[in-house]
Nanobody, 120 residues
Framework: QVQLQESGPGLVKPSQTLSLTCTVS??????????WSWIRQPPGKGLEWVAA???????YYSPSLRSRTSISRDTSKNQFTLQLSSVTPEDTAVYYC????????????WGHGTQVTVSS
């Protein structure tokens, strides 16, 4: 059973960089054909795919967030990390990490999600 756990600050100030880490257990992030994604849900809105990193380490980004987003991984810790720079209140959302067969919101395993609020 694959389990994912998000960690990171719950409150970030505008213009700062948000950094979230997903720790994976019960499976390796280098397992073939899986993509490890960050997905967010702003209050009152639907799911929005943010970024993904493949089992080979190839990265994918949402076009609307590409300029502010970086995703990376640490295979020794079985973790992957999202960094979102220059945040604004519009980046307030529940952020989920997930495992998917591709770089989309269609995932088979999800973390519980972590609330991130951007506010001064």
């Amino acid at each position: 059973q694959v389990q994912l756990q998000e960690s990171g600050p719950g409150l970030v100030k505008p213009s700062q960089t948000l950094s979230l880490t997903c720790t994976v257990s019960g499976g390796s992030i280098t397992t073939k054909n899986y993509y490890w994604s960050w997905i967010r849900q702003p209050p009152g809105k639907g799911l929005e795919w943010v970024a993904a990193i493949s089992y080979t380490g190839y990265t994918y980004y949402s076009p609307s967030l590409r300029s502010r987003t970086s995703i990376s991984r640490d295979t020794s810790k079985n973790q992957f990390t999202l960094q979102l720079s220059s945040v604004t209140p519009e980046d307030t959302a529940v952020y989920y990490c997930a495992r998917a067969p591709g770089p989309t919101v269609v995932a088979d395993y999800w973390g519980h999600g972590t609330q991130v609020t951007v506010s001064s």
